[in-house]
């Protein structure tokens, strides 16, 4: 089936996959009403363009958003937004908990804009620490309180769009990187060291991984609005898994870091995962979603987005 999207409400549109969706739509010619925190420092960096509407809401103040004001009705809510995502706040379950009700309010705000379809934002962290090739039906162990609210925000806001007879659907993004990404990310952070001329730092390398760039993510939330399935869970990633010492390597190459004194071997931190790696299937034949990106070519750009960024 084939959903109608002319418009569409996000929050969270400043964030590394919101700039990439957000980017995707405005090709596709889509409106855009953005809600957005007042004081975000990541603001500049949202596209100046007349089919995007910033509204300043928090997610804190969705309880109060009232869309009275609006003449238009919305086709599309991508939940994008969660409060508490660096690293001293995702083990921290009094700051992660406030985000099952914000996820329910970002409901409501969607039902009440006429939207008939929600589509969240879940994460790798939902499946704790696994061993088997990832799908929508693996028995989910998160270890944080980061994957457990994101867990639980899943079923909740399922819940609350069968009240409202909204569609639901929830993507679990797996590694996503590309341009404007967390700076503090394994790639991006050696990206930086590198054009600074400052040693990089890697582990090992011995995990199983799937990068996948964000224009990729951007266009299977694309599709999922689109022609996916009501209370689909859809693993997002390339679906062509290796080694992370074979990332690290073509990184490496790729900036001109040969020389072993220039790279420092870390340990690897708590609760480290080994094994990352998904089963696309599902969310190729409900969409016909196809990541287009390789990482050699996705590194690639964004190593020439920072060395401008830089210069």
């Known amino acids: 089936m084939n959903y109608e999207m002319k418009r569409v409400v996000i929050t969270g549109g400043s964030g590394p996959v919101g700039l990439a969706l957000i980017r995707k739509l405005l090709k596709e010619n889509k409106e855009v009403l953005l809600l957005q925190r007042e004081t975000s420092d990541r603001a500049k960096y949202l596209p100046d363009d007349e089919r995007i509407c910033v509204q300043y809401c928090s997610l804190e103040n969705l309880k109060y958003y009232r869309p009275e004001k609006l003449d238009k009705k919305y086709d599309v809510f991508f939940?994008?937004?969660?409060?508490?995502?660096?690293?001293?706040?995702?083990?921290?379950f009094q700051k992660q908990?406030?985000?099952?009700?914000?996820?329910l309010e970002a409901v409501r705000v969607a039902q009440e804009l006429g939207c008939h379809t929600?589509?969240?934002?879940?994460?790798?962290?939902?499946?704790?620490?696994?061993?088997?090739?990832?799908?929508?039906?693996?028995?989910?162990?998160?270890?944080?309180?980061?994957?457990?609210?994101?867990?639980?925000?899943?079923?909740?806001?399922?819940s609350l769009c069968d009240k409202y007879g909204i569609r639901h659907i929830w993507p679990r993004i797996l590694s996503a990187y590309g341009i404007?990404?967390?700076?503090?990310?394994?790639?991006?952070?050696?990206?930086?060291?590198?054009?600074?001329?400052?040693?990089?730092?890697?582990?090992?390398?011995?995990?199983?991984?799937?990068?996948?760039?964000?224009?990729?993510?951007?266009?299977a939330l694309y599709l999922m609005a689109l022609y996916g399935v009501n209370h689909a869970i859809y693993p997002v990633a390339s679906g062509a898994a290796r080694p992370l010492k074979e990332y690290i390597d073509i990184l490496c190459k790729k900036l001109k870091v040969m020389d072993s004194s220039k790279i420092k071997i870390i340990p690897y931190g708590q609760g480290q995962v080994m094994h990352l790696e998904a089963d696309i299937s599902k969310l190729k034949k409900d969409t016909?979603?196809?990541?287009?990106?390789?990482?050699?070519?996705?590194?690639?750009q964004v190593i020439q987005f920072y060395r401008k960024r830089i210069e």
């Open 180 to 219: 404007y990404d967390n700076e503090n990310s394994m790639l991006i952070s050696n990206i930086l060291r590198a054009l600074k001329n400052q040693t990089l730092e890697f582990t090992k390398g011995e995990q199983i991984w799937d990068f996948i760039y964000l224009d990729d993510v951007a266009n």
């Open 97 to 103: 908990e406030d985000n099952i009700s914000y996820s």
């Open 288 to 300: 016909g979603w196809l990541p287009k990106v390789s990482f050699e070519d996705g590194i690639e």
């Open 79 to 92: 939940h994008l937004g969660w409060t508490n995502t660096k690293r001293d706040g995702r083990n921290d």
């Open 118 to 158: 929600f589509i969240g934002a879940g994460s790798q962290a939902e499946y704790g620490r696994c061993s088997e090739i990832l799908t929508d039906e693996t028995v989910c162990k998160p270890e944080t309180a980061y994957g457990i609210i994101k867990h639980a925000a899943c079923y909740a806001t399922r």
